[in-house]
């Protein structure tokens, strides 16, 4: 079987590339890699150095016209009214676009999404697309003849659209890899749905549904290829992780895991130092991660010239904290194995609303969920907060959600008593599943199996 696999971002090379998601059918099939070399999405990343088990790579640039139909026609679709949709949800998607383009805009957008002019605009731009054609990718297929398309993706960007428009005209199966946590419920593909979607779990599952409009039948519940190696690798190097940061082996460790968000890190951190200091907290061993491309939150540059009595910075990450942001503003892609060994190596995870929540309880660690409410520089926080992705996480019992740094205090000492308790630990572990599905065996085996499957015609 011949398979094109499109990728097109640096975060999604990191998640898919790096987790070898694909290593078994590079190794069973013909594979060929389609990337847009030297585009800012792909960051730092250069195709030819990435290990692909021998396939062969290819370079497809945006065709920029057509990308830019597909994105009006998606945000008029996002933003009108629908009935499957609250009007509160609704409200936050308009209030989000507005915070990155003109009041015009939106108001153009939302009169183009009324009912009777929406069927016109959509004759209008589905007119207009098909005079644009994305020549350099017609030539793809029509040289490379595939049985098969994949695209890893955070369901937006220079791919999405055209890789299933124009698998669907060549009648090829296209099969759709989710990359992150909020991705069915914010974005998706605008053209027809005759795709298959693969999502982390039963929360993913219920979003694409709800919100992407996708047949069940087309969901498919796989897990996360960047959290596979959670389960999966057995190494024993996590072992030696502790003697690393030269930790008392008796205390307690919390990783604060910073987010993009661009809330106070920093002060957070340095409420925590003091009590420790002042003993309203136990000894505790803390470290610090920030996150990968979230420049260490508001003020993120105070953490290059202070030192903290109890805060470790991660080791994989200090190169990251110490940069110059006005000068190299990259992201900091941080290999998955050194991840893992963290949280199987702290007790508790706080952080300000971030995916490395569901990771602490994939773990059984106690995860603290800090809501910077009282932050007004936070914006993105305030943008993002109340999502339906969020809220299943935060109505748990044994999520410790904290609505200001008021709170912090408190919220790591009841942390600290939960974490001695076998049973909430086995309970995490347990609810984690609810938003990434576990299997017996890894993500790379079954998508193997998968793609069989559905070339064969026996999932359709």
């Known amino acids: 079987m011949k398979i094109l696999i499109f990728i097109e971002t640096d975060v999604v090379v990191r998640h898919f590339i790096f987790s070898k998601a694909f290593e078994e059918i590079n190794k069973n099939h013909d594979v060929v890699y389609v990337f847009p070399d030297g585009d800012k999405r792909l960051g730092s990343i250069k195709s030819y150095e990435l290990d692909l088990d021998g396939c062969r790579r290819i370079r497809l640039n945006p065709c ?119 991705n069915p419920l914010t974005k998706r593909s605008v053209v027809n749905k005759d795709y298959f979607l693969l999502v982390w779990g039963k929360q993913t599952e219920n979003h694409a549904i709800q919100y992407m409009g996708l047949r069940k039948e087309k969901v498919i519940k796989f897990g996360s290829a960047q959290f596979d190696i959670y389960n999966f690798d057995k190494s024993n190097k996590s072992k030696y992780f502790k003697n690393q940061y030269k930790f008392d082996l008796n205390t307690k460790t919390l990783l604060y895991a910073g987010s993009s968000k661009n809330s106070d890190e920093f002060s957070h951190l340095l409420l925590i130092d003091n009590a420790i200091n002042s003993g309203l907290l136990p000894k505790i061993n803390i470290i610090y991660r920030p996150h990968p491309w979230g420049k260490c939150g508001y003020k993120g540059e105070r953490f290059k010239h202070y030192k903290f009595d109890n805060v470790i910075y991660d080791l994989k990450m200090k190169d990251y904290i110490f940069r110059d942001f006005n000068k190299d503003n990259s992201k900091y892609l941080p290999d998955l194995e050194s991840t893992k060994y963290l949280l199987d190596n702290v007790d508790m995870v706080i952080s300000p609303l971030s995916t490395i929540l569901l990771e ?88 193997l199996k998968l793609v069989q499957e559905i070339y064969l015609g026996k999932i359709y």
Request: aromatic fraction near 12%; charge should be positive; include cysteine.
């Open 64 to 182: 920029i016209e057509r990308l830019k139909l597909w994105r009006i026609r998606f945000f008029v679709e996002k933003l009108r009214d629908k009935k499957d949709v609250s009007q509160s949800l609704i409200k936050q998607w308009r209030k989000d676009f507005r915070s990155g383009n003109s009041l015009y805009a939106l108001i153009i957008y939302r009169f183009l999404g009324l009912p009777f002019i929406f069927k016109v605009f959509t004759k209008i731009v589905n007119f207009f697309i098909s005079r644009t054609p994305n020549i350099f990718m017609k030539e793809i297929l029509h040289r490379e003849k595939p049985d098969l398309l994949i695209h890893p993706s955070v369901l937006e960007g220079n791919y999405i659209d055209d890789v299933i428009f124009y698998g669907n005209q060549f009648k090829k199966p296209v099969i759709v890899i989710m990359n992150s946590w909020d």
């Open 360 to 447: 602490a309880m994939i773990f059984g660690k106690v995860p603290l969920c800090l809501m910077t409410e009282d932050e007004d520089q936070a914006e993105h926080f305030h943008m993002v907060k109340r999502s339906p992705h969020f809220s299943e996480i935060l109505a748990n019992k044994n999520v410790i959600v904290l609505n200001s740094k008021d709170g912090l205090i408190n919220g790591i000492k009841k942390a600290h008593e939960k974490s001695n308790i076998e049973e909430i630990k086995l309970k995490l572990k347990k609810q984690s599943e609810f938003f990434i599905s576990k299997f017996s065996k890894p993500f790379n085996i079954r998508l």
